[in-house]
């Protein structure tokens, strides 16, 4: 039987290459993609994956990015925020509380801890610059024998003051004695209590609340009534306490006087 073979053979003294050259089809054109001509077959794709990892690097920065609600405004205590989760307040009208109850030494003690004084820290300039505030001459500061810096204090210190101020009036005759014992006249003493419920007022609408309080019936009444034992994003205030205590400035009321170059404001700011 015929054997056909394998063993490929030049034909008629044509060589190698000009043989694979009519191997592959007409003569000069190789089938072959030359690299030009791939990579640009190659680029609608390589485009597209260009395209594609940049929209979701975009996207993920867009994700991550804190949204201007969630923004915190520079304060050197900035460092003391510790968020302790979610807590749920003890709303009940008869909830024990050691901020609450009739005059003792124990009530106030607890809340001259939290509120009592306005506690003074320091700033320095580039601390100053960076709340968004200019120096300005008018503005007092530590004689340089007790540090130098700018006098300051944090809000929630004078918040639970107004509070407090609040809870004192009250109760009447009890603190009437020393609520108008820092105050020239009645009418002063008025303009501070009005001053209190102001900055209440501005602060409780500026963080605008929006906790949800369900309502529950209750026997013996035709109304829902509020519960308000409801859960809050809370920090840890204690922390913050810690942080203005470790950064208090002690200086006696006879060395808080004006330096040299300050200038007095007509009126309050």
């Known amino acids: 039987m015929f054997q056909a073979s394998s063993q490929y053979s030049p034909i008629g003294g044509v060589d190698d290459d000009e043989a694979k050259l009519h191997h592959d089809g007409v003569e000069g054109f190789s089938a072959e993609p030359?690299?030009?001509?791939?990579f640009l077959r190659l680029l609608p794709w390589l485009?597209?994956?260009?395209?594609?990892?940049?929209?979701?690097v975009f996207f993920t920065l867009?994700?991550?990015?804190?949204?201007?609600?969630?923004?915190?405004?520079?304060?050197?205590?900035?460092?003391?925020?510790?968020?302790?989760?979610?807590i749920r307040f003890n709303g009940s009208l008869g909830a024990p509380s050691i901020y609450r109850g009739s005059p003792s030494p124990e009530v106030d003690a607890a809340w001259e801890r939290v509120?009592?004084?306005?506690?003074?820290?320091?700033?320095?300039?580039?601390?100053?610059?960076?709340?968004?505030?200019?120096?300005?001459?008018?503005?007092?500061?530590?004689?340089?024998?007790?540090?130098?810096?700018?006098?300051?204090?944090?809000?929630?210190i004078h918040q639970l003051h107004c509070v407090d101020l609040l809870r004192?009036?009250?109760?009447?005759?009890?603190?009437?004695?020393?609520?108008h014992s820092f105050?020239?006249?009645?009418?002063?003493?008025r303009?501070?209590?009005?001053?209190?419920?102001?900055?209440?007022?501005?602060?409780?609408?500026?963080?605008?609340?929006?906790?949800?309080?369900?309502?529950?019936?209750m026997e013996g009444s035709e109304d829902p009534f509020p519960n308000f034992n409801i859960q809050?994003?809370?920090?840890?205030?204690?922390?913050?306490?810690?942080?203005?205590?470790?950064?208090?400035v002690f200086v006696p009321k006879s060395k808080v006087v004006r330096l040299e170059d300050s200038v007095d404001l007509p009126s309050p700011p």
């Open 115 to 156: 509120s009592h004084d306005s506690r003074p820290t320091r700033m320095t300039l580039d601390q100053l610059l960076r709340t968004g505030e200019e120096p300005l001459p008018f503005m007092a500061k530590f004689p340089d024998e007790y540090g130098g810096g700018y006098m300051a204090t944090v809000e929630v």
């Open 191 to 217: 303009t501070h209590v009005d001053h209190c419920i102001e900055m209440m007022r501005q602060n409780i609408m500026c963080r605008g609340d929006v906790t949800m309080i369900t309502y529950d019936w």
């Open 47 to 56: 485009s597209h994956g260009v395209l594609i990892c940049a929209s979701m």
């Open 62 to 86: 867009w994700m991550l990015a804190p949204s201007p609600d969630a923004l915190v405004l520079y304060s050197p205590a900035n460092e003391a925020i510790e968020s302790i989760g979610t």
């Open 34 to 38: 030359r690299p030009n001509s791939r």
């Open 183 to 189: 105050h020239d006249t009645p009418e002063a003493f």
């Open 232 to 248: 809050h994003q809370c920090r840890n205030f204690e922390k913050v306490l810690d942080w203005v205590d470790a950064n208090r």
């Open 168 to 179: 004192k009036i009250t109760w009447g005759e009890h603190y009437k004695h020393s609520d």
